[in-house]
Each structure stands twice: as structure tokens, then as C-alpha cells.
């Protein structure tokens, strides 16, 4: 190349801008002559000296350009895909409930994203919770913390775990070499009383990786973790519990590092004492009571629609009795932010927890950050229980009852803590007679005792059991007769009429039995979901060999329910045709068949077709029941008392429309609010068509072919002879049938 053009392109090039990272903005560079370099220069000209880097947006958000392959080499995954979130408010509440109000202001913006951010996550191009290197402080100290950050969580977490299992209350202690045979006896002194709780074993079980994930998962930490597992159907398997126990020792060392460790120990004091060492106890040194979070509730008031307090009842009087009036603006706020509203939402460290039934609200507040669910439950059984006795809950009977009603609230719960919810118990000594309670000396022995909802002393002259398998079907169908959503909703109810404490077991065609026991059977075994008893029957039992084993409570109840999502065809199949014949008359032909073998028959049989709302003159012809049209239900509705199974019958019915409206603005004559959730359908210019709705009850038949195998009784103190009865009854729940398109013109 001649000279004088490479002088040329050596100027170009000298004058051309250099190439900085799009992160990085150098808003001022002053750089010191080589002959100054030695010299400490003033704090304004140091300030002018540095390079001020700007980052736009943070580096959590996004990954550096710069740091993104031109070409993804690897093959896009078939499987699922992992969700990460994204949103900062998620991520602060998750903060508040492991740190408490305002931890989610304790760490800068960057760090705490940075906390839950696995090494996995964008191939580690936006950090992670390895080493947390980014905390606003110089590298050099930055480089010596690298591999201690997440060790030093680690070890806050341990030390605290030590401490609260040296001051935990009733913790088991070594009985073993308990008699020396020399008659010697060893040191004793308060201070090393409780060493021997902190044994190695104890300790590294409550610190282990998966105890530590049972308390991210309290406090909400997967649902802001940022990683992607290997498996995203099953993060389990991918090493989730690893990843959830590395945000929590993430989280205590960056509190280390930016706030100093009184801050960091004290959030592992809480982590590690009030949640591992006490509600997950080891199965070495730490039995006995008292490590489980209890279920406890400060005040529960009855309130109505608006708010008004009807009746409150305060059990601890740590919390003032004036923070209900906040109850209906929390509510209010919480539906204006969202449709679903939450059950329960908190306000300056109060917990408002509520049910609404009929026209009351039921309220529990408390301050103890204690079993939500529980509570929940708590105030269902408060319903059941008052139903019992007033037959129906409402205002008018909370003010009719309060005397009672308080006499049931002082039963049911003490100091804050559920005791009795069985009415049955409750009955035996709170009576409604004359409205004035009887004051027994000393409550029933099925108060105290373990069997709480049975009384002892039961005595009957014929000793029965009623047993009643109930199966409600749900379906959904389409107008072409596909079957869009299936399920079976089972409960299995019981009447026990027997003398003494008995004890039952049940077996069921279970499926899941079968297969552990490695037996064949001949029939149709079920695979039940969702499986929800009673608090009589024993649960290890049940977990061990499937055996359902229980003391039945006096009287009626429901054992258990299940639930089954199976496909399952129509037992009433159902198909339509509807025309229109030039606008002024609308006419329905449709045929039903049963689905079910020829020796059921279903009984009370309705099927509802929903026709216009300004039909009249209705004209019907069938081959049995009866027809008639509901103008109150804009529908006709077809009664067949006996429907026999593999039968099939016809009807046609023709209806008049006198106002004069098109089949898209009529809605095709099928609009609405009647069918239920799961039928509707959008029409024409937006409006719902309504369903054909199916209702009926077949007697000594089931869908999923569930069977009671046996119904063993015994009593071994009286040893009587008794009666099991079992029925089987398959009803109709939400069935709903999509109607065609008009025809005709």
C-alpha cells in the first residue's frame, strides 16, 4: 500500500468514535499525563478524574447484547416451559413475609433480584446467587467474598438453628447408659443441660437442604426463584428443593455483606428457630410437643353485609377490638384491585381472615403469623355447628341466639386455640330449651377424650349401618355430541345406629390398593383422586394398606368424598334440531336415549331446553312424560318419571314468536342467564346461548363403578350381631348440552 494512503486511512480511522459497550455510557474521561501519574490529586480532581458509568436499565431485567450468541446452536426443547417471574412487586412481598414489614427495602434493587437468581438462568449472563458480587462495594473486597457469601448464610443459619435448639422447651433427652454400674454420677450444671440436644445428627437434619426448602416454600421464595430446571414438567426432579434452600442462604448473606450481621443473624433466628427447629422436628433429639406452628385466632366477629359488627367474641385481647372497622375497606379495596378477591389480606401486622355465608361475613383476626387454612376450616365448622342448631344462619337468627351463641363460641375455641367443633358433642350439654343453657358440672367424656366425636354409653335395642355411595356427574357436551369435560364428584355417607365404641373398616375396589398388595381382582378397580375424609378415620392406616378404619360418630355424616376425572359418555344422550320457520314460529325435535344397561332405570328425568324469551303459544307431542312451558325459565321443560336404560324417546314441540325479530338479534332464540356455569356459550352479536340442561337419578348404579367390598363391624366389649345396608345412586350434577344453529329461515 503507497504511503500516502495509509496516511489517509490511519487519519479515517483516528477519527472515527471507539466502541463501547451498549450498557455503558462514559459520560467524562480525563486521563493524567504519564509525569503526574505518581501525584495524589485533590478530591474535585479525583471526581473529575472518574470515569462515571451509567447503567440503563439494570442488569437484572436484561441481558447484555453483547453477551448474546449470534447463533443458538442448541434445539429449542418439546417439552414444557418453566415460568420466571418477572414482576418487582411479586418479588417484594416475598421479602415482607421472610423478613417482615419493610424487609423489601433492606437490599438495593439489584441485590435482590440478584438473591434469587440462579446460576441456571440466562446461561448466568445476569449474575447470580453463587456469590452475589454485585453489592455496591469495591472489588477488591468483592474478590476475597466470593466464595464465602453463600457459606456465610449458610453458617448464620446453622448457628441460630443451634441456639434455638439449645433454648427449645420440652425437647426429648438421652435416656440411653442412663444407670452407671459404678454408681458414679456425671457433671451437672444449666449450662451444658441441653448439649445433649444439639447432637450432629439433629442438627444437620434440621439445616438440611430440604427443611430449608419446606421454608422457602412457606415464605413464597419459588414463585420469585429465577432458574430453569433441567425437567420444566418436574422441577422436583430437576433439583428445585437445591435451588429454593440456595435463595434462602443468598438472601441472609447479602444481609451480611450490605446491612451487617445483626440484621443477617436476625433473619436467621427466624428462619431457623421458628420455622425449622420448631415445626420441622428431627426425628433424633427434638420429640415431644410444642414444634408445631398451632392454629391460633385473637377475635371472631359476626358482622353483615356492611360491615356492622352483629356479635365478636375476643379470646386473647391482643389485638383492640376497633381494628374490624377496617374490615370493610379492606374488602372493598380488594375488590376494586381484583374480581377474585383473597380470603384473607393483612393490615399493620393483623391478619383479617373471613368466610361469607348467606348474609353475614364470619371474621377471625390475629397477629400470629399462624395456619391460614385452619382457621378457614374453623369458621366452616362455626357454620355447620350453628346450623345445626338454628337450622339456618342469618342475621336474624345471630341476634335471636347470642346467649347460645356465645356459649358455642366459648366451647368450640379457648384462648385462641379450636377445641370441640363436633355438634353432636356440643349438643349433649348446650341445649336451646327454654333459652336457658344447662350448667353442668363436668363436660362429656368425649370432650376429653381422644374419640372426641363419639360419646361413650351409645346404646341401641337393633344395631344398623347405613352406608350410601352418591355419585354426582358433570358434564359438558358439545352441539356436534363430542364431550368437552367430564368429572364425577363422589361421597360416600353414612347412618350408624350402634351400641358402644365400635370399630369400622371399610374396603373399596381400590386401584391403588391392588397394585400395592399385588392382588388381582375380578371386577373394576377405581383410581379415586382427591380423597377427603372425615377426622374419625385413621390416616396411617388408610397410607399403609388402603384400609379405611374408623369409630363412627352417632348419626349421620359423609365418611369421605372423591373425585374421578375419567372420560364418561352421557347416561342420557340428548340431541336436538331446531328450525325457524320464516321468523314467526320456532320448532324443537329431540331425542333421548339412555346410555346405561337395560336393568337401570333412572328416575325423574327433567330435561330443560331453553327456548326465546318471547315465545307463546306452545304446542308439544311426545311418547311419554309430560311436557310444559316455563315462561318464568323462558324454557320448555320434559318430565319422564321412569327413563328404562337402552330406551329411547322423542319429542317435538312448536312455539310462536309474535314480536318481529331477526334469529341474530333474538340471540338464535336461546338467550339468557339459565344453564349454569358450564354450558353457556357466546352467540351472535355477543350474547350467551343457553344449554339444554339434564337432570335425573339412577338408583343401585355408580359411573365409575365403585363397589364396597366389605363392611366389617366390631365391637369387642358387647359383640352384637348387626346389619350393614349399602345403596348406590348416580344423580345428575351440572349437565349441560350445547344447542345447534337455527335452521331454516
Known sequence: MPRTSRLLLDVFQASQPRAICQCVRIESVHRKPAYTRGYVATVPAQQSEMEVETRVPLRWSYTPPSMMAPVHSRLKSQGGRHEVNKDPQKLNEMYVRLLGPGGDKLLSEETKWLAVTHKSFDHGRRGFNDRLAFLGINKTHSQQLFHTDIKAGKRIVELQTSLGMLSLAGAARSTANSQDPHGRKPFEHPAIEAVERLSEPSRTWVTYHKQISKVAEDYGVPAVVRWVPKNPESPAASGADMVHAQAIFAIIGALALEKGSAVANEAARTVSTDRLALRYPTPFALSGPGHSTPTMASAVFFLDLKGKTLLARNYRGDIPMSAVEKFPILLSEAEEESSA??????DEGINYLYIRHSNLYLLALTKRNTNAAEILLFLHKIVEVFT????????ESIRDNFVIIYELLDEMMDFGYPQTTESKILQEY???ESHKLEIQARPPIAVTNAVSWRSEGIRYRKNEVFLDVIESLNLLVSASGNVLRSEILGAIKMKCYLSGMPELRLGLNDKVMFENTGRVTRGKAVEMEDVKFHQCVRLSRFENDRTISFIPPDGEFE???????????????????VESHSGSRIEYMLKAKAQFKRRSTANNVEIIIPVPDDADSPRFRTNIGSVHYAPEKSAIVWKIKQFGGGKEFLMRAELGLPSVKGDDERGGGMTGGFGGSMGGI??????ARRPINVKFE???FTTSGIQVRYLKIIEPKLQYPSLPWVRYITQSGDIAVRLPEVQGG
Open 682 to 687: 357466546p352467540g351472535e352479536g355477543g350474547k
Open 388 to 395: 345445626e342448631y338454628f337450622k339456618e344462619l342469618e342475621e
Open 341 to 346: 378477591v383473597p380470603p384473607c389480606f393483612s
Open 698 to 700: 339412577i338408583p343401585y
Open 430 to 432: 348446650i341445649t336451646q
Open 559 to 577: 365418611l369421605m368424598s372423591y373425585r374421578l376425572n375419567t372420560a364418561v359418555k352421557p347416561l342420557i344422550w340428548v340431541e336436538c334440531v
